[in-house]
C-alpha cells in the first residue's frame, strides 16, 4: 500500500482514502487489513482516528484531518521494542476535568500549578534521575554527569525563543546558539513592560551535552541509553505512571476534580499523586482511559530531540507550539515546566 507522504497530491490522498484503499500509510496489517498497531511512523506525525476505518492512520503533509486529530508521533514505531508509536496529546492535563484534558492554563489554589507529589517520598521502582550520559559538543562520549544539555533538531546557528507571546509583546526571551544540534550558549533577556529597553538577565555557556536518543540515521543511539544511568530505564513512562498510582488511594484516583492536595501516609499508600492520576484517566477518541501516562525524562528527551518536527506537526493543527525554556522543556500553554514520570 502506498504510503500517505508519497502522494504527490492531496487530492490523490483524499481520493484513495475515499474509495476504500483501506490502509492509507498506517500500521502492521493482517490478511484481513485489521490494524495490529500504530506503527510505521517518525517523529512529527499526526495520528487521527478514523471512525468509519476503527483505526488510526496517520499523515504530516496537510493540515485537513483524515478523521479525529489525537496526538503527534514524539517516539517513532522503530525506537521502541514493540513496534509501537508513543505519541504525545494535544490537551493539557486537567484536575477539573482529567477525562477530557484542556487547553487552557492549569491553575490552583494561590496561582499555583498542577503538583507532581508529596516532596521527599521515594515511590518505589523508579530510578532517581542523577546519573545522565554526556558528551562534548561533537558528540564523543566523556562518562556521566548529573546535569547535561538536551540535543535538539540537528541545527547550527543561533535562534531566539520568546516566552509569553511573540517579539512584540513577550517579555521574555532566550537567545539559544546552537552546534550539531546542542546548545552551546545561552542569553536570557527580559524587560519590564513591551515599551522598555531588553536588558540581559543571564549569559550561560555548556560544555555537558546529553547525548541525542538518535543516530545521524535515525536509529536507537545507545550512547544515550547507556547501562548505569538514569536513561536505561529507557520507554518506561507507562510502567513508571503505575508504579505511582500505586501509591494512591482508589478515592484519589477516582476523585473529580482530582484534589491538588498531597501528603499522607506512604506506607498505607494513601498518597496522592495528581499529575499521574490526570494523564492515565485521559481519552481520546480511539483511546481509553488508562492508555496514556507521564511520560520517562528518556521519553521527554524524544520531544526536545525532534523539536522542530513535532512543532510543525502541532502548527498544523493549529495548537501552541512547545517551547524549550532556560532549563529544558517549557509548554507554553501549560505555562509551567513539564512533569515527567522519572524520580
Same mark, same amino acid.
Given at each position: 500500500?502506498?504510503?500517505?507522504?508519497?502522494?504527490?497530491?492531496?487530492?490523490?490522498?483524499?481520493?484513495?482514502?475515499?474509495?476504500?484503499?483501506?490502509?492509507?500509510?498506517?500500521?502492521?496489517?493482517?490478511?484481513?487489513?485489521?490494524?495490529?498497531?500504530?506503527?510505521?511512523?517518525? #517523529?512529527? !506525525?499526526?495520528?487521527?482516528?478514523? +471512525?468509519?476505518?476503527?483505526?488510526? &492512520?496517520?499523515?504530516?503533509?496537510?493540515?485537513? *484531518? /483524515?478523521?479525529?486529530?489525537?496526538?503527534?508521533?514524539?517516539?517513532?514505531?522503530?525506537?521502541?521494542?514493540?513496534?509501537?508509536?508513543?505519541?504525545?496529546?494535544?490537551?493539557?492535563?486537567?484536575?477539573?476535568?482529567?477525562?477530557?484534558?484542556?487547553?487552557?492554563?492549569?491553575?490552583? #489554589?494561590? !496561582?499555583?500549578?498542577?503538583?507532581? +507529589?508529596?516532596?521527599?517520598?521515594? &515511590?518505589?521502582?523508579?530510578?532517581?534521575?542523577? *546519573? /545522565?550520559?554526556?558528551?562534548?559538543?561533537?558528540?564523543?562520549?566523556?562518562?556521566?554527569?548529573?546535569?547535561?544539555?538536551?540535543?535538539?533538531?540537528?541545527?547550527?546557528?543561533?535562534?531566539?525563543?520568546?516566552?509569553?507571546?511573540?517579539?512584540?509583546?513577550?517579555?521574555?526571551?532566550?537567545?539559544?546558539?546552537?552546534?550539531?544540534?546542542?546548545?552551546?550558549?545561552?542569553?536570557?533577556?527580559?524587560?519590564?513592560?513591551?515599551?522598555?529597553?531588553?536588558?540581559?538577565?543571564?549569559?550561560?555557556?555548556?560544555?555537558?551535552?546529553?547525548?541525542?536518543?538518535?543516530?545521524?540515521?535515525?536509529?536507537?543511539?545507545?550512547?544515550?541509553?547507556?547501562?548505569?544511568?538514569?536513561?536505561?530505564?529507557?520507554?518506561?513512562?507507562?510502567?513508571?505512571?503505575?508504579?505511582?498510582?500505586?501509591?494512591?488511594?482508589?478515592?484519589?484516583?477516582?476523585?473529580?476534580?482530582?484534589?491538588?492536595?498531597?501528603?499522607?501516609?506512604?506506607?498505607?499508600?494513601?498518597?496522592?499523586?495528581?499529575?499521574?492520576?490526570?494523564?492515565?484517566?485521559?481519552?481520546?477518541?480511539?483511546?481509553?482511559?488508562?492508555?496514556?501516562?507521564?511520560?520517562?525524562?528518556?521519553?521527554?528527551?524524544?520531544?526536545?530531540?525532534?523539536?522542530?518536527?513535532?512543532?510543525?506537526?502541532?502548527?498544523?493543527?493549529?495548537?501552541?507550539?512547545?517551547?524549550?525554556?532556560?532549563?529544558?522543556?517549557?509548554?507554553?500553554?501549560?505555562?509551567?515546566?513539564?512533569?515527567?514520570?522519572?524520580?
Amino acid at each position: 500500500m502506498k504510503n500517505l507522504r508519497l502522494f504527490e497530491t492531496k487530492s490523490d490522498l483524499v481520493a484513495a482514502h475515499n474509495t476504500g484503499l483501506a490502509m492509507p500509510n498506517v500500521s502492521l496489517v493482517n490478511e484481513n487489513g485489521k490494524v495490529y498497531y500504530f506503527g510505521n511512523t517518525e #517523529a512529527g !506525525d499526526i495520528a487521527y482516528w478514523d +471512525g468509519s476505518l476503527i483505526q488510526f &492512520v496517520k499523515a504530516s503533509a496537510w493540515e485537513d *484531518t /483524515l478523521g479525529t486529530p489525537v496526538g503527534v508521533v514524539v517516539v517513532p514505531s522503530t525506537h521502541t521494542d514493540n513496534g509501537k508509536s508513543i505519541v504525545m496529546s494535544l490537551a493539557n492535563m486537567s484536575m477539573q476535568n482529567p477525562e477530557k484534558g484542556s487547553l487552557a492554563k492549569q491553575y490552583i #489554589a494561590n !496561582d499555583n500549578y498542577m503538583p507532581w +507529589g508529596d516532596y521527599g517520598v521515594d &515511590v518505589p521502582n523508579l530510578l532517581t534521575c542523577g *546519573t /545522565l550520559p554526556v558528551t562534548d559538543v561533537d558528540g564523543v562520549s566523556e562518562g556521566t554527569e548529573s546535569y547535561g544539555n538536551f540535543t535538539s533538531d540537528e541545527k547550527d546557528g543561533t535562534y531566539t525563543v520568546y516566552t509569553g507571546g511573540d517579539a512584540e509583546t513577550a517579555t521574555k526571551m532566550y537567545i539559544n546558539t546552537f552546534k550539531n544540534g546542542r546548545l552551546v550558549r545561552q542569553i536570557c533577556m527580559m524587560r519590564d513592560s513591551v515599551d522598555e529597553d531588553w536588558y540581559e538577565d543571564c549569559d550561560n555557556e555548556y560544555d555537558s551535552f546529553i547525548p541525542s536518543p538518535y543516530t545521524q540515521d535515525g536509529g536507537k543511539n545507545t550512547k544515550f541509553f547507556k547501562e548505569g544511568t538514569t536513561f536505561a530505564e529507557g520507554l518506561s513512562g507507562k510502567t513508571n505512571t503505575g508504579a505511582i498510582l500505586a501509591m494512591c488511594s482508589t478515592a484519589n484516583k477516582n476523585a473529580t476534580p482530582v484534589s491538588p492536595m498531597v501528603g499522607g501516609s506512604a506506607e498505607s499508600k494513601k498518597q496522592n499523586y495528581p499529575a499521574a492520576i490526570c494523564a492515565s484517566r485521559y481519552k481520546t477518541s480511539g483511546t481509553n482511559k488508562g492508555d496514556w501516562y507521564l511520560p520517562s525524562l528518556a521519553e521527554c528527551m524524544y520531544l526536545t530531540a525532534r523539536y522542530n518536527k513535532i512543532n510543525d506537526a502541532l502548527k498544523k493543527l493549529g495548537a501552541k507550539a512547545v517551547q524549550m525554556g532556560e532549563l529544558g522543556l517549557y509548554n507554553a500553554n501549560l505555562g509551567s515546566w513539564l512533569w515527567s514520570s522519572s524520580e
